[in-house]
């Protein structure tokens, strides 16, 4: 049924009613670089938008009705040219990435998506907190928009910051259905908390040509397929030169029996990824412009379905103010790994006269996106070169190797290692040792009994945890519920001995210790002698009045079975699961057990997530969070939006697989801690 709204809006879209409302526009002076076509205004305008300034509407302005910002998006096939071959991409008004669309704190959102795809469609407003069923994921509380259906999204805007789009259906995001979000403060460009004179979004995509969905098959069929970078016969020899014979033969043979490649980094590569940077392969070179003497403002997005991306600009440092959307006490630094789904915001400030790279090289090294920063069109400068494969380390096999992260030539150090005990690894059939515990058992609620797939038996002998202090480092369980001696909020997690239940068979392995690495730059960096962001360096720029320390602890385990490309949540895959609880209003801590050999980069939708991170009240909120292989990772939460929300893993074949749970936060008042755990029926 149609309110008055509505009817305004229809009366205003009918007269063609527009107005221009952002100080923020985009200049006219830009070229397009390279022969790629259909690219949105920001990508192809590329002068940067100066506050200030109101020349060209090139960037798709909002109508404005009563307050409210009011778009019109269509999302359609679309012919799209990229890397010199023409394709069709799914695009969303026409263009890869979608428009960039721009919000202000305070004003209503009413956003007209109409679907001209033969299949259901949907948006989803990444990292944006409204209600349930404006969050755009089909089956949950929004029914998905199907063909020929115009669905009205309606939301006040209650945040600022960085943000992105993109759709919940299907493997539609790897085609190239996702945009820019960026909203205002309230009080415009006077509200940032730090001065700029120009802006650029930087979107991170990877393109391939390949139907996604023959993607997920192969990668089913043969979870490595696009891992060409598999070690060789050369580096056997290499290694054993260096490391000596029997070391690489008990490497290999490990590596062998855990059923890993240790440079299975990413699922899918530069094999058949085509890396963009705002719609634009490297060859198309992308280019911002800036004059001299400007303070310039990257939004940098990583909107890919399946890579992370590490950002470094040759020559410049930069000063990273947002991550997640949120403000962060500024702090410089030269490279920042960029998780599936997270959004950081640099200022720089460029000399004159010099021409930067804006490298933004893929995780596993098999390619790179990559743009200029210059003061001309037409200026360029060096791409840097690769660097070499990274290699999986101790640390991400759950090995307890002290403070030294070192590579798997460190092996040889070990003395009685056994190869075929799997150092590390606890297969699924070894699941005997458990260290003693000490805690009283009711402050451990484990949910897993009777439940498939979880072998509580193999837990016999445990009494309970043990707190750190008590000599034997805490178990870790998947499913617990915790009541009791919690931790104190915003400290890091400690070291846990892992339970021997391996969450059966939708889980390879588990690492023998999980423990915090917020401090580690992550692998493949740290070693190039610049400095590379850490989450430990990550304050929130004011502390916030609600922070308080958390009634109740849910643990879950990120599982997976890489062979068998199985990739789940305490070793039960969506389809088998039942949501997980939250009450209305409780402060809770989420936290999570790696127990991959991957990076996961874990995203909660509608409440944001404080990352524990050792800083206190200064903990920074974040919609996605990257857990590390092997990785004890802690968030707080406050669950003050009822509903059902999504929380999963954005790597989008992972989420396909089943790394994904329905997270329901009760409408009631009240909460019991105890109840409404997703094993309680
Ligand atoms: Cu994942």
Redesign the pocket.
């Known amino acids: 049924m149609k309110d008055v709204l509505s009817q305004k809006l229809a009366a205003a879209a009918a007269a063609n009613f527009t107005r221009r409302r952002f100080l923020h526009s985009t200049g006219a002076l830009g070229l397009l670089a390279g022969a790629e076509a259909l690219l949105p205004s920001y990508a192809r305008a590329n002068t940067g938008m100066r506050p200030a300034s109101a020349s060209s509407a090139a960037q798709l302005e909002p109508r404005m009705v009563d307050g409210a910002a009011v778009y019109d998006l269509t999302i359609a096939e679309t012919q799209f040219a990229v890397a010199g071959r023409r394709t069709t991409a799914t695009t969303v008004n026409g263009t890869v990435p979608g428009p960039l669309l721009r919000l202000r704190e305070g004003d209503d959102a009413i956003i007209r998506v109409t679907n001209r795809l033969k299949e259901d469609s949907s948006i989803h407003w990444h990292g944006i907190l409204l209600p349930p069923e404006m969050d755009g994921v089909p089956g949950l509380s929004f029914p998905g928009i199907r063909p020929g259906e115009t669905f009205e999204y309606r939301f006040p805007v209650k945040q600022h910051g960085t943000y992105w789009y993109h759709s919940h259906s299907g493997l539609q995001e790897q085609t190239g259905h996702f945009g820019p979000l960026v909203i205002d403060p309230a009080d415009g460009i006077a509200g940032y908390p730090y001065q700029f004179d120009r802006e650029y979004v930087v979107v991170l995509s990877d393109w391939t040509f390949e139907n996604p969905y023959n993607v997920l098959a192969k990668l089913k069929k043969q979870p490595d397929y696009y891992n060409y970078q598999k070690r060789t016969v050369f580096d056997f020899f290499r290694d054993a030169g260096r490391d000596g014979f029997m070391p690489t033969v008990r490497d290999r043979l490990m590596w062998a029996g855990m059923r890993m490649n240790p440079t299975d980094i990413h699922d899918v590569t530069g094999a058949t990824y085509t890396f963009l940077m705002n719609g634009m392969a490297p060859e198309a070179n992308w280019t911002g412009l800036f004059r001299p003497g400007e303070r310039v403002l990257l939004r940098f997005i990583n909107a890919s379905a399946a890579s992370y991306f590490d950002v470094r600009i040759p020559g410049l440092p930069m000063t990273v103010v947002q991550a997640s959307g949120q403000y962060v006490q500024p702090v410089e630094t030269d490279e920042i790994r960029i998780a599936i789904a997270e959004t950081y915001d640099v200022i720089i400030e460029p000399a004159a006269d010099t021409a930067y790279t804006v490298f933004a090289e893929s995780m596993d090294r098999s390619g790179y996106a990559a743009g200029t920063l210059a003061m001309r069109e037409g200026m360029s400068a060096a791409i840097p070169a690769r660097r070499e494969r990274p290699v999986l380390t101790m640390a991400d096999m759950g090995m307890d190797h002290g403070d030294d992260m070192g590579d798997m030539h460190d092996m040889h150090d070990m003395d009685g290692m056994d190869h075929d005990a799997m150092p590390g690894m606890i297969m699924p059939d070894s699941a005997a040792s458990m260290p003693p515990s000490t805690t009283p058992p009711d402050t451990l609620k484990s949910s897993a009994q009777g439940h498939e797939g979880h072998d509580m038996s193999a837990m016999g002998g445990m009494r309970s945890e043990a707190p750190t202090d008590s000599g034997a480092p805490r178990l870790a369980v998947a499913g617990a519920i915790r009541t009791s001696g919690l931790r104190a909020p915003g400290t890091l997690p400690e070291m846990l001995t892992h339970e021997a239940s391996t969450h059966g068979p939708g889980n390879a392995a588990v690492p023998m210790m999980v423990q915090s690495r917020l401090a580690e730059p992550g692998i493949g960096l740290g070693h190039d002698g610049w400095r590379v962001l850490l989450y430990t360096d990550l304050r929130a720029l004011h502390a916030r009045a609600d922070f308080s320390a958390p009634e109740r602890e849910v643990e879950l385990h990120?599982t997976g079975n890489m062979e068998r490309f199985m990739?789940s949540i305490d070793g039960i895959p969506f389809e088998d699961s039942e949501p997980i609880h939250f009450g209305h209003g409780e402060r809770l801590r989420l936290t999570m057990v790696n127990d991959t050999m991957?990076n996961?980069?874990m995203h909660l939708h509608g409440m944001w997530m404080e990352l524990e991170n050792g800083h206190g009240e200064m903990i920074p909120r974040v919609h996605t969070v990257n857990v590390k292989p092997a990785e004890h990772i802690s968030l707080l939460i406050t669950a003050d939006t009822p509903g059902k929300w999504a929380f999963h893993?954005h790597?989008l074949y992972?989420m396909d697989a089943g790394?994904f749970r329905v997270v329901e936060v009760a409408s009631g008042e009240a909460h019991d801690g105890m109840k409404g755990h997703r094993h309680e029926v």
Do not use: I, S, T
């Open positions: 990120l990739w991957m996961h980069p893993c790597v992972h790394m």
